[in-house]
């Protein structure tokens, strides 16, 4: 077996072992996000959606994706054996499981909106729903050979494919669950419901930029050159300037380094970072990372003004920065790195690149977007509703969909406190 | 008949609060007023029981009320010096302290939370007793402590003789020299919220029932207030409101501070506090929704608030070059 083929499957096999621990900072990242009493629930349905997504992934994600079919869907491939594929330099197991992770990665992002108040049913049935409807079609699309790749869309580790169409499902389940008990006052104001833990939200931050270094130097699918350590340097650097920059807005307008808010700025420098790492030039990455700061910030006061309760910031970190992501290719890809599509604005490629990107983000947001809507909507009403009942919500999922807290000791304190 | 009595008191505050509450001054003397009210009620009933006062006795306001800058809203803050050492004074003084603070509470205002209240026995001494808590606190230094001599530093006679007060205070003054006293006055008064960004921009609460609004208290009266509090005790003043020490600056002191500047703003903020922050309750009437001003009003406040910046950073620069020297 050539050697090539060895270091490949090796290389992206990590890549696999790294992404599907972002689950474990995904965890961290919402559980310290939200309040105690839905810790456990958080952090346990993280782990059971992840497996149900797999399943399916197995099942038929991979053959909708990968699979023989037409330009909108995948056809074969079901149920997926283990076999290599032909055409690649690497293991076929491998592939799959670096895929599979991706899928789950992206469905554990539209799970976001779900924070705090869906019954632990919606998101299995969601799961179920998202891993066969939802995201294969737009990763067929774009990575399977489908219409946007015939275009020449660049979108190297899933800006789009992942993370945008993630939030999208995330907005469509904010919008259907509406606000959590006490985030709006009576006259519009918002109150701020803090998570419960700083440090496990900045330990996530440093598992998923760790993780990253498998999502995206991961997807270079080879070591050939060496040039995976490009990519990560990129995605580095994107993840620096993110959290610099959301630090540098949030002291400048609200007076405070707000710590929330830098994390969420290393983030939206990932997520932004993510489609155009291999395409750009290292300064732009630092100028994508910094914008992607810059947006998140704005972003998240512009939902929350618009009374769309997001208790995570999905919609920002991987929708507002994703598209930013996807778009900043069609600006700053360059000549000799541009291996989809063609160059950038600024690299002489005109506006040609920056329509293709556009019309993808367009397109995969609006589909992710509506067909969950409808997805949710059409559960909303044959499961009796998708969120639990006041009480239910008041006492913490921890308690009404599992039994038990995840911090029994704590949070029985603190209700002795309050009553 | 008690109730009855501080009804009344209560009845002839909501009466009188319309017409006073147009105007800072007119508001602080009905508040006084009502406060004295409260404690020859208070020692009425008291003696019912116990018989008169065994000794003579002063209370003082601190806080807001020693400021004369209170609000329509305010709550408790007050202490209580009897002239007699004896031990059995002390439970007789307990009770009545105990017994104003009931009255002020059902006349309409809320307990303090701090417990700076003459029925907390740390707020309600004989003379001697007090000498030895003020240098106690001096001794111990600590952040808390610090507080405490700052809360005092406030005190204003409302029954009784100032005498007891400017005695207390002087034994702070004649100290201030000594264990970094003014430059600790200093660290712990130097943190306040932050109200305008660089952009010039204004910074109101961003979440919870106050969203939109600026937190004027915090953000607008506490750089003056403190500062003229630093002002006071480095110039010795017995003055506890902040308009009254700013007048008594010296003339050395007046060269660097701008006197009328910072009395017609601190001036108008207390007018702005009073006649456009919402005054349902104790917590909003701390809160000036910027909504409801206009340009020339937005503009006001933001100078206000830079002045008060200003100002404190004047006097901070002033006190650690002192402390500069000091040290060598």
Partial sequence: MDTAFLLNSMWVMLGAVLVILMIGGFILLETGSTRMKNAGHIAGKTILTFSIGSVIFWAVGFGLIFGKGNSLLGFSDFFYSGYDIDGMSLSGAVFFLFQLAFAGISLTIAFGGFAERAKLSAYLVFAVLFSVIVYPPIAHWIWGGGWLAEHGKQDFAGSTVVHLTGAMASLAATIILKPRIGKYNKDGSANNLAGHNQVFTALSVLLLWVGWFGFNAGSTLSVDAGFFGFVAVNTNLAAAAGTVAAMIISWIVLGKADVPMMLNGALAGLVAITASCAFVETWASVVIGFIAGILVFYSIRFFEKMKIDDPIAALSVHGTAGVWGTLSTGFFATKELATVGQPGLFYGGGLHQLGVQAMGVVVCGAFAFIVSFILLSIMKAAMNGLRVTEEEEIIGLDMSEHGSYGYPELVKVEQKLKA | ?328
């Fill in chain 2, 1 to 328: 008949m008690t109730e009855c009595s501080y009804s009344q008191v209560k009845k002839h505050r909501f009466e009188r609060m319309a017409e006073a509450s147009k105007d800072h001054f007119q508001l602080n003397a009905l508040h006084d007023n009502i406060y004295k009210r409260v404690i020859q009620l208070a020692i009425e009933n008291v003696s019912k029981e116990y018989g008169p006062p065994p000794c003579s006795f002063s209370f003082f306001v601190t806080g807001s009320a020693g400021r004369l800058e209170q609000s329509i809203w305010s709550d408790q803050d007050h202490g209580l010096i009897y002239h007699h050492p004896d031990l059995d004074m002390k439970s007789y003084f307990l009770i009545l302290g105990k017994e104003i603070s009931k009255g002020l509470y059902q006349v309409g205002y809320p307990y303090c939370d701090g417990g700076v209240m003459s029925s907390n026995p740390m707020w309600c001494k004989s003379i001697s007793e007090w000498e030895v808590q003020l240098n106690r606190w001096i001794e111990e230094s600590s952040w808390e402590s610090i507080r405490y001599l700052l809360i005092f530093l406030d005190a204003r006679i409302l029954y009784g003789t100032d005498n007891d007060v400017h005695l207390l205070k002087n034994l702070i003054f004649q100290k201030v020299n000594t264990n970094q006293l003014m430059n600790k006055f200093l660290n712990n008064t130097m943190f306040y919220k932050k109200g305008i960004n660089v952009l010039g921009m204004l910074l109101p609460e961003t979440h919870g029932q106050h969203a939109g609004a600026l937190n004027i208290k915090e953000i607008g009266l506490f750089p003056y207030v403190n500062a003229l509090r630093l002002i006071a005790i480095k110039e010795k003043m017995s003055e506890t409101s902040t308009l009254l020490r700013l007048e008594s600056i010296s003339e050395t002191m007046s060269s660097v501070i701008d006197k009328p500047l910072y009395t017609k703003q601190f001036l108008k903020l207390l007018n702005y506090r009073l006649l456009l922050c919402d005054q349902t309750d104790y917590d909003s009437g701390h809160y000036l929704s910027l909504k409801r001003l206009t340009k020339e009003q937005t503009k006001d406040v933001k100078d206000m608030i830079k002045h008060g910046a200003a100002l404190f950073a004047v006097v901070r620069k002033l006190l650690e070059k002192e402390d500069s020297y000091g040290a060598k």
